[in-house]
């Protein structure tokens, strides 16, 4: 097979095959799909170019070794995409964790929703926020509060696939993002 008709396997083809040859080639094509992705990602997470390109070598390797975990029940994209948010995540809590992220991050469930019933917070909010100011605010946040915010809202993630992702309820779902828009608008 020539190498441009393996470059134009869908992605559950691709997997298929790394999966059944163990081809090293294979395996560069996928990561040649979504290497800048990946990249993208980290950066998000930590801010620094050089940290996000140790990341995505990292995360490649990882999910080169757990591509076998890959079920096929969700698009590829999204299966990559909970490995990096995972191991950002916790990469960024090993390193990185300051005093108030130390407190509990989840309130009691109860108090959560009453709070998202009395006080819904509408996107306009947010979007009045210039870019500048916003982008601070979001260095001041937790990181589930960013992480969740810029998956709704940078990568245009549904609620569902959130959901999925995070293995959580959808309501879950939108409790953390009225929760975080909540102290996006605190901070404002």
């Known amino acids: 097979m020539s190498n441009h008709i393996e470059e134009d396997l869908s992605d559950n083809d691709l997997v298929e095959r790394i999966l059944a040859t163990k081809d090293d080639r294979l395996f560069a094509i996928l990561y040649d799909r979504y290497a800048s992705f990946v990249y993208n990602q980290s950066y998000a997470f930590v801010g620094s170019e050089e940290e996000a390109q140790d990341l995505t070598h990292d995360i490649f390797i990882k999910i080169y070794l757990n591509l076998k975990t890959f079920k096929n ?15 950002c995540l916790n990469h960024v809590k090993q390193n990185r964790r300051k005093p108030e992220e130390n407190k509990d991050l989840y309130e009691d469930v109860e108090n959560i929703g009453q ?14 926020i210039n870019y500048a100011k916003l982008q601070e605010i979001l260095n001041k946040l937790a990181l589930e509060d960013k992480a969740i915010l810029l998956m709704k809202y ?10 999925e992702m995070l293995d959580i ?14 102290r996006v608008l605190e901070l404002r």
């Open 169 to 182: 309820k959808e309501s879950a779902v939108k409790m953390r993002l009225q929760r975080a828009k909540k």
């Open 115 to 128: 709070s998202f019933e009395e006080e819904e917070i509408s996107d306009s909010e947010l979007f009045e």
């Open 73 to 87: 029940q969700s698009k590829l994209s999204t299966w990559i995409y909970s490995v990096v948010y995972h191991y």
């Open 154 to 163: 940078k990568d245009d993630m549904s609620v569902k696939d959130i959901a």
